[in-house]
DNA sequence: TCTTATTGCTTCATTATGAAGCAATGATAG
DNA sequence: CTATCATTGCTTCATAATGAAGCAATAAGA
């Protein structure tokens, strides 16, 4: 196994980015009925795969960091993106790099800030970078083999992910702009990982007041023709800020 | 204004801890009716106060690093502590030290990782360290000027703190072993900053499960003695598992 | 002993939630 | 062209949670 390129770009590290520091996203869509995570292959590394992660420039905040990697590594432009835990244990890659000389970037000790995104898988097409072999969407159930602490990372980004849908309006991000209101359900039922009841997930959606009617329907697909729906921006703005964001 | 002892340690610190990487600590405690912080301050640093803060030693977990900051620039132990946000901009602190070095440790560029904790305030001796002039508890309403963002900081605590009380049992870090339901509902209104109605507050609470009401009462003050409680620990674990902690 | 503020806990009206179901509808099969 | 079917929009009914108010008990102090 050899990371060539990932040791050329290790010495281009320590001259412009803060040593010790990294940056993992973890980038939700949603397609279909799943939910489903970007996930990068570095060329010649087995079978492992890693999130799209990098570091943070001397002059660049935080926020910018991980905008500028998501969108080098995974093409996820004009996203949401939010923080949502720091990795700063120990030996978090022992054994991954012992083959590999000491100076190797990767092979230090690194503290992870761990940055989730939600996006419109559609609109979102997975562009493979120079060192990686492989980017493509996984379902969040079925993710193949991580490097590190990743499939950790991940689990932890699901749970903040799933404790924010319980009181906050969450689907502006993860859906195009028309959808239905199986949808929208479905959406909620992949995060949760649960199943929902019909009734009373419309009842609760439509008290919270943040969808736009449209006058049209989704023909095409087997039996009744459901109702499109859009977000109403500022209505959902409003429910967003009421509860403090 | 002078900080010799801060400039004197900056350049240990080159040699022993992750370099651009700081940790402050926003540190609750809970006095009569009040939501304190603990802050200090600098020797000579007019009148300018700051969160208890520190670096990450090489060699040394983040919570770790957390854990030992707080003890040492504080006194405070044994306490809840969990991170809470990032604070990653370019020019945080900007303006504070530019009559320094360029070489001086806090002039440079910081990622800070907020970390907050919960502590029972009468546990709790505010020490003094060696750089610091004084250090003691704050009232949330009434800070003094504080350093850099450090404001901004506790306000985000606070708001995750309120965040969390919506859902999660909270009081079991921040106050005695035994209190009373009064105590209880003032921790609450001190956190979120509003009054709650009394008898729906012992509903609420009764229904959690969470409090063990001991055969007791605390005399002594002027009209019905209150009951006293403790938490029932196992409750208290079971309330906040099923929320998923 | 009387007054007072506080406390423990309940009642009643309103609202939210869980479970179930009914009518409408678009595609498909006959 | 019509019957069938799964799906959808939305409602109903029972139950639980919440908001507002109040009653009786009680410890301290007048």
């Known amino acids: 196994m050899q990371i060539k390129e990932v040791i050329e770009s290790s010495k281009r590290h320590w001259e412009t980015a803060l040593p ?4 993992d996203c973890v980038v939700f869509g949603f397609d279909q009925k799943r939910l489903n995570v970007l996930l990068l292959k570095l060329k010649d590394n087995a079978n492992n795969w890693i999130l799209p992660g990098g570091y943070v420039l001397k002059e660049e905040a935080l926020d910018d960091a991980a905008k500028r990697i998501l969108k080098e590594r995974s093409g996820a432009d004009k ?3 939010n923080t949502f835990n720091v990795f700063g244990n120990l030996n978090r890659s022992e054994g991954y790099f012992k083959e590999y000389d000491d100076d190797l970037w990767h092979k230090q000790r690194f503290v992870t800030i761990g940055y989730y995104a939600l996006v419109d898988h559609q609109s979102v097409t997975p562009v493979i970078d120079a060192s990686s072999e492989d980017c493509r969407w996984m379902p969040i159930d079925e993710l193949p083999e991580m490097v590190m602490d990743h499939k950790n990372i991940i689990e932890n980004a699901l ?4 404790e924010q849908i319980r009181y906050k309006p969450i689907g502006y991000n993860l859906l195009p702009e028309e959808f ?3 949808e929208l359900q479905n959406l909620y039922e992949a995060i949760l990982g649960y199943k929902l009841n019909r009734g ?3 009842r609760r959606i439509m008290r ?9 329907e989704r023909k095409g697909g087997a039996h009744k023709a459901p109702i499109l729906y859009s977000f109403d921006k500022e209505n959902y703005q ?7 964001w």
Chains 1, 2 share one sequence.
């Open 20 to 23: 010790h520091l990294s940056i």
């Open 238 to 244: 409003k429910a967003l800020s009421e509860l403090g």
């Open 79 to 81: 996203i949401f993106l």
């Open 200 to 202: 009373n997930f419309y």
């Open 180 to 182: 239905t209101m199986p």
């Open 159 to 162: 749970a903040t992910l799933r």
């Open 208 to 216: 919270y007041n943040i969808l736009k009617r449209l006058d049209k």
